[in-house]
């Protein structure tokens, strides 16, 4: 055999040894491509359970302490269930402002939303647009409702007339027990209400219906509406032209259907020098608070309503729809109703029991 012939023999045998010990390439990338699907696999699993979830709060006026108390209390409860985040938008109570920060959250491809709107009249839009991008939308506080006043979400909302006519029982007893009106003809009833928010005008009516069924004594003309949107300055505004408009009228009751009217109304009398005889009721407590470390002041009373219980009960009916698939709010749902409200309560405080009632809510 020439020495050409044995080199070519040599050369077949190191090829064929060379195939025989490699692994088959098909094989070997099935089996790392199979790997890396199955981790995606997991990761989109590990995500749809909740590591990944964001929901937003679109609050009507996040300068107002309730606010305030009811989205942080909403987003610690939403991130200790799971929630990457909750984004908190302020609306500042204007409707482009709102529109503009739906519009982006729904851009922002969020999970769920909670909303309070500085206007009822953009319920439908709200409902619309989140329909339309397949979000999840409760209401709180503020209900989202038709023309006709019929929720068109589900709701967290304060039982309002309930609560309304234990504010009306608190101020009855306390005018009648302490003896309060000495001359029916100088003594006015000031009713404060947010005629442009249909959750808290119950609670204006409530109170004004214990007045009048209590038949108290006053003059109707002593009896007067106060119609303002919801802060302390627009209460302030309203109460000081009421009260310069009266000058006949002395002594001072008013009620408002949060706390914030309450302090209004309270700073009117005090700057008209009527606030010793005045007696002023509130609901919320989270400004009442405030009023009773003072030595005096007017402000004597609030329906108390927890913003941490507000705020855990909407995050947690989202994230358990969300997560779970619950429906929101189903054992409130009543019949002939499409969309159930969550009824929050209130319990009437008073600067001598506030601390003992609301506990770390009165620092």
């Known amino acids: 055999m020439s020495k050409f012939t044995k080199l070519i023999a040599i050369l077949g045998v190191l090829m064929l040894l060379t195939v025989g010990c490699s692994k088959p390439a098909d094989e070997s990338t099935e089996t790392k491509g199979d790997a890396k699907s199955q981790v995606q696999e997991n990761d ?24 305030q108390g009811t989205s942080s209390n909403a987003k610690a409860k939403a991130v200790e269930m799971g929630a990457k985040d909750m984004l908190l938008i302020d609306a500042k109570m204007d409707a482009d402002t709102y529109l503009n920060a739906l519009d982006n959250i729904i851009a922002q491809e969020v999970d769920g939303l909670i909303v309070c709107v500085p206007d009822q009249k953009l319920s439908s839009i709200t409902v619309e647009k989140c329909e339309a991008a397949g979000i999840p939308v409760i209401a709180d506080d503020d209900g989202l409702i038709d ?36 001359d029916a003809d100088k003594t006015g009833y000031l009713v404060m209400e947010m005629t442009t928010v249909s959750s808290t005008l119950p609670r204006s009516k409530g109170a004004a219906d214990v007045w009048d069924e209590s038949e108290m004594g006053l003059p109707e003309k002593n009896v007067i509406h106060g119609d303002y949107l919801g802060s302390t300055e627009e209460a302030f505004t309203i109460a000081s032209a009421i009260i310069t408009a009266n000058p006949q009228i002395e002594t001072w009751f008013a009620t408002a259907p949060n706390d914030e009217g309450a302090a209004g109304v309270t700073r009117a009398l005090e700057q008209a020098g009527l606030d ?15 009023e009773w470390k003072k030595d005096y002041s007017a402000f004597k009373s609030s329906g108390y309503f927890c913003s941490k219980e507000d705020g855990e009960t909407v995050a947690e009916a989202m994230m358990n729809h969300i997560q779970n698939g619950e429906d929101i709010f189903a054992e409130y749902k009543k019949d002939g109703e499409k969309y159930p409200v969550y009824p929050l309560g209130a319990i009437m405080v008073t600067k001598d029991d506030y601390k003992e009632v609301m506990g770390a809510d009165a620092e």
């Open 44 to 67: 989109k699993s590990d995500n749809q359970g909740g590591r990944d979830i964001v929901i937003a709060g679109i609050y009507k006026d996040l300068s107002q302490v309730w606010f």
């Open 147 to 182: 023309e006709e006043g019929v929720h068109i979400a589900p709701a967290l909302e304060l039982d309002a007339y309930k609560v309304g006519r234990q504010q009306g029982e608190w101020m009855v007893n306390h005018v009648k027990d302490n003896d309060l009106i000495k």
């Open 276 to 290: 010793e005889n005045a007696v002023v009721s509130g609901l919320g407590g989270y400004l009442a608070k405030d």
